[in-house]
């Protein structure tokens, strides 16, 4: 198997790893035979969904698993084998010939050393080197992964930095000894868009600067796409299918690959098509089913599926292999997976133009401020956090708007605003015809009636104590409904669950089965608008897909509202109609999904559409992406003017005399056509996605 | 940082302020050192007694309040007033404070250090055995009273030095009185004096802190930051002590800190049982005497000590833990 793009002998050879954790019956095999290698200058990507192995699997290969964790196989790196080396050896390979880059940015680092002296011990640890000497290179480290005034910046502890720029110091962290393999483990999935797009521009410096090989663990097939030269994909501990990433994406030989590129939503597709979800929920490590383990989920499964788990194995050529006894009739196109869907009941001819109907929501300027304290014995006021400075939208029926924007933009208070109905700090809200600040308790008990909520988090939303009966009946009792039962079943029926699982608790649901509990919750009492605070994105994307699919039949059968708050482009292009980008606790960009997408107008939304990645190896490589400088002012401290100008690419290209009005002058909503509208002076189209 | 200790400093003399004036209140409206006086045979006259006791501030037919005035004006001007026999209050707690502090100061270090590193080394190895014996030693410990492990330890020592037929472990008392010989000999001599109490005073801290260090431990034993630094190469121990021991320290240090507070007057079964004559033993007593004065005093120590404590908490949390520095 010689690779003809990158030559050269491996840097790190995985073969026949296993991982276990437990003994006896109740053992979990979380990595079951994992085999690979990659070149210098090679970059692999390891795709799974959460409980695939595939950070276990890192884990191991660098020897960071507890001791209570069973390895099996062999780790070979620079045909050295690492599995079974003591503890003094693998400090020798750790940080000097292979490194990692983790997950959370935020807890990666020591929060009571210097950021520089924490770059620095990762240099001395291995090489001979002074502290004077340690600190400078570190320092320069900083300067190589785009941290500005490094020499600063490095006395500073990690709490002051922000998510992308720990992450940068951590990509310093791990090219300072010019390793042969970087780990990285999901290295951008706590960030947001436009600072993941930086964050991977650093890691392809540094892979330049060091030539290392590199391995990307993720669950985002978008960032694959981009950065990868080869593809692995693990489902339930195994890779199931290996190859080019071109290969992989666009002839994919295993019914779950094609799956789950079948279950992402599309940030360049604009047709509302249904999305493909992979029905049921990936095996629980402890309990895998005899046989191929995605047999009970797979359209293509045949009896013999169910004998003997299949080996992976070429089928097209010597460097594509696929677990799975049809990869054959596959690959020749006699089988495809494309599924059966319902149709969604359509709604797009009979319904009156957007102008006709009525609006469910109304947000008027908005505002929303939180004092800034210091001071632990005596308060005072230092600051004031604007949080939301003057929102304006409208929602009207049978519609859905997606509210999007990246941490701290102020959707997420926007949404508990118009939630609290109360009176807000400044600005109005009018809910269904109400203006919700002059509403009195009964008031306010119907319109809660009326407007319904869905949560983030369905772990953590619903009463653990209580059953899914309870759950469900209790929004119908608060509301005097007599005999919740019957109710109840239906809406079991309504979201796709079963109604004898009413007596269960929700500790016995899968996460996306506990979303679904939590969409009936909200539509027991047969709302008219319903809100979601980021409805799909604690889920897989396997399962995402699914309750995506839910929501718009649901809102397509019932004609619900949907107010759709999320920092995933792609889900909203998928499901909403209308969008707001926010920034910095305004509204950058609102209009139709389409003209927002194909022809964004502001700058901050042509950055962000921009730094979203494509799941089309061809199409990501060929992007041009505009990098964001820097990170989000603090909300405390906006900037005069146009909030958006300290980062604003538009604001660089102009003259001197153009940004005068950009400094003094708050851009408002102007109108760019239509209902779309961009709150930039300068506002022109452009081509991002 | 200046303004911050300010505040904090103006907050811990009002603080000190109210919790004294409380204690003189209540020490004055329920103790009754006229009783000292009827309980004598034959009693003195109550005109001599009433002399001597408005003499001492301790009348009860003045009113408590006049009497407060009194005792705080005298207090301002760093005087703590006398005892019911008429001996000065500041002298003789003076001495006794620094009879708890030689006592307490070793204590707290012992058992401070002691208790992180088998709390530390518990978390390390959970589930081991050293982390199941440190846990039942130390359930032990905070099971059996402070008397009865005092006293075993006396018996233990006893029984040891009759073993060895010399007197290692003395007892009672701080010093051997009479002793002859140079410093060395005297400084061996309060050695052999300290061995016991701290022992005693110490084991209940290393129980109490061993068992808090170890939940912190444990915390950040699997901490991202532990993974980070090993994944850059440090060893496992170097990776645990310069990291993960590092933080986990910060809320225990704070902690420490407070209990030193605490202890000022609570390690009277400690003092007693000992021969030590500190600050606990005479709270005790000066209750049993209705001596006002020097239950007042001793309340004021205590509740500076507290905030002493609680001060130095706060800066050992500031100087340990960056977050906390900036605002």
Known sequence: MSDPTHPGAPVLEVADLSVTFGSGPSAVRAVRGLNYEVRPGEVLGIVGESGSGKSVASMAVMGLLPPHARVSGSVKLLGTELLGASDKRLAAFRGRTISMVFQDPLSALTPVYRVGDQIAEALTVHQDLTRAEARKRAVELLDLVGIPH?????????????????????????????????????????LDVTIQAQVLDVLRKAQRETGAAIVMITHDLGVVAGFVDRVLVMYAGRPVEIGSVDEVYYHPLMPYTMGLLGSVPRLDQGERGRLTPIDGNPPSPAALPPGCPFEPRCRLAVPECRLAEPPLRPVRHSRHLAACIRAGEIERGVVTT??????????????????SRRVVLGVEDLVKHYPLTRGAVFKRRVGTVEAVAGV?????????????????CGKTTTLMEILKLARPQGGRVVVLGRDISGLVAADRMSVRRDMQVVFQDPMSS??????????????????????????????????????????RYPQDFSGGQRQRIGIARALALEPRL???????????????????????????????SYLFV???????????????????????????????????????????????????????????????????????????????????PLYKAIGETERLRCVHEEPRVRPMGGDHGAACHYAESLDVV | MAGFLARRLINYVALIVVATSLAYMLAASALDPRSNYEARRPPPPPAVVDARLDELNLNNKTPVFQRYLRWSWSVLHGDFGKTTVGDPVNADLARRAGVTLRLILVGLIVGSVAGV?????????????????????????????????????????????????????????????????????????????????????????????????????????????????????????TALTKHALRTALIPAVTYFAFTFGALIVGTTFTEKIFGWHGLGEQLINSIFTNDVNTVAAISCLAAFGVLVAALASDLMQAALDPRVRVG
């Open chain 1, 566 to 648: 999320a920092h995933d482009l792609s889900v909203v292009r998928h499901i909403a109609d209308r969008v707001a980008v926010m920034y910095l606790g305004r509204i950058a960009e609102v209009g139709q999904v389409d003209r927002v997408y194909d022809t964004p107008m502001h700058p901050y939304t042509q950055a962000l559409l921009s730094a979203v990645p494509l799941p089309d190896p061809v199409v990501e490589r060929a992007r041009r992406r505009i990098l964001l400088e820097g990170d989000l002012p603090s909300p405390a401290d906006p900037p005069s003017g146009c909030r958006f100008r300290t980062r604003c």
């Open chain 1, 392 to 408: 304006s939208f409208d929602l009207r029926e049978g519609e859905t708007l997606g509210l999007v924007g990246e941490s701290g």
């Open chain 1, 338 to 355: 494309v599924p059966k869907l319902p149709e969604i009941p359509e709604e797009g001819e009979e319904r009156p133009p957007r102008e």
């Open chain 1, 150 to 190: 490094p020499a600063e910046r490095a006395t500073a502890f990690p709490h002051e930095f922000s998510g992308g720029m720990r992450q940068r110091a951590v990509i310093a962290m791990a090219i300072a000894n010019d390793p042969d393999v970087i780990i990285c483990d999901e290295p951008t999935t706590a």
């Open chain 2, 117 to 237: 590193l088998g709390g530390a080394l518990a978390a390390v190895w959970q589930y081991g055995w050293f982390d199941r014996l440190t846990t039942a030693a130390s359930f032990l410990v905070l099971a059996v009273p402070t008397v009865v492990l005092a006293n075993m330890l006396i018996i233990g020592a006893v029984w040891f030095n009759d073993l060895v037929g010399a007197q290692i472990f003395l007892v009672s008392g701080e010093t051997t009185p009479g002793l002859e010989g140079g410093f060395l000999r005297g400084a061996a001599d309060r050695a052999q004096h300290l061995l016991l109490p701290t022992l005693s005073l110490s084991l209940g801290l290393i129980a109490v802190y061993s068992r808090y260090q170890r939940n912190m431990m444990l915390d950040v034993l699997g901490a991202d930051f532990v993974r980070t630094a090993r994944a850059k190469g440090l060893r496992r121990s």
């Open chain 1, 530 to 560: 319903v809100v979601l605070d980021e409805p799909v994105s604690a889920l897989d994307v396997s399962i995402q897909a699914g309750v995506i699919n839910l929501l718009e039949e649901l809102k397509a059968r019932l004609g619900l």
């Open chain 1, 462 to 503: 619903l009463d653990p104590r209580m059953t899914v009966y309870d759950i469900l009946a209790e929004p119908l009792r608060a509301h005097r409904v007599r005999e919740p039962g019957p109710r109840v079943r239906d809406l079991l029926r309504l979201v796709g669950l079963e109604p004898e699982h009413a007596a």
